[in-house]
């Protein structure tokens, strides 16, 4: 499951299907992935959002196995099982000269912004800072000085926890991001998952298959 957060409200919470058709996001150059139809993997991953505490049954995971032409014996692994839990981010009070300084200290391409609580609020980078200051090179200091909360943030694509790894690397491809916040569905960040933890959950789990 994924969802579209705009300023730190919920856009669509939907299946990654539904990401395609939006207006507001940009078309993606689309690839193939069994199984075409979502409606089995949406029923194991929207347990939370129903507030179903017990995992999906052996049968749905079995069935949606053998959609995507996956050995029944093996183990279908979630966002959760492969993200950076405890990731960094910066707080929407804070200033663009201190999300800058964050970025450069832990040598990350993006940071999450979050609210109080760690409600999700957008994402920032070193090219989001770039563009800020040569729009208006002229008035750099005071634009450094600027509170996050003041910035237009663009929209950010989020996944939740047991979303399938498969999914998230086709539209982490189709809509060329380095990495996708994880949230939970009391909006909350939990993690991040990024390219790099994708390529390490391939090279160290056996017979992990991103597609079919």
């Known amino acids: 499951m994924f969802a579209i957060y705009n300023n730190g409200s919920v856009g669509i919470r939907s299946t990654a299907d539904n990401l395609y058709e939006l207006k507001n996001t940009e078309a993606p150059h689309k690839t193939e992935m069994k199984p075409d139809d979502d409606t089995l993997f949406e029923?194991?991953?929207?347990?939370?959002?129903?507030?179903?505490?017990?995992?999906?049954?052996?049968?749905?995971?079995?069935?949606?196995?053998?959609?995507?032409?996956?050995?029944t014996s093996d183990i279908v692994y979630h966002v959760q099982d492969i993200m950076t839990a405890d990731c960094f981010d910066i707080d929407i009070k804070q200033t663009v000269s201190e999300?800058?300084?964050?970025?450069k200290?832990?040598?990350?391409?993006?940071?999450?912004?979050?609210?109080?609580?760690?409600?999700?609020?957008?994402?920032?980078?070193?090219?989001?800072?770039?563009?800020?200051?040569?729009?208006?090179?002229?008035?750099?200091?005071?634009?450094?000085?600027?509170?996050?909360?003041?910035?237009?943030?663009?929209?950010?694509?989020?996944?939740?926890?047991?979303?399938?790894?498969?999914?998230?690397?086709?539209?982490?491809?189709?809509f060329k991001l380095d990495a996708i916040p994880v949230v939970n569905n009391q909006d909350v960040l939990v993690g991040i998952v990024s390219k790099t933890d994708i390529i390490k959950a391939v090279s160290h789990i056996p017979k992990l298959q991103l597609w079919s």
Not at 50 to 55: F, G, I
Not at 135 to 149: F, G, H, P, S, V
């Open 105 to 174: 200290e832990h040598q990350v391409s993006q940071i999450p912004i979050v609210a109080e609580g760690k409600k999700i609020m957008g994402l920032i980078n070193k090219k989001m800072i770039l563009n800020l200051l040569i729009e208006d090179i002229d008035n750099a200091k005071a634009i450094l000085n600027r509170k996050l909360d003041d910035l237009y943030l663009p929209e950010i694509i989020t996944t939740d926890p047991i979303t399938d790894i498969r999914r998230v690397a086709k539209v982490m491809i189709d």
């Open 99 to 103: 999300a800058y300084e964050t970025l």
């Open 43 to 71: 029923q194991l991953v929207t347990s939370q959002d129903k507030n179903k505490k017990k995992a999906p049954s052996q049968e749905a995971l079995s069935a949606y196995k053998k959609m995507a032409n996956i050995d």
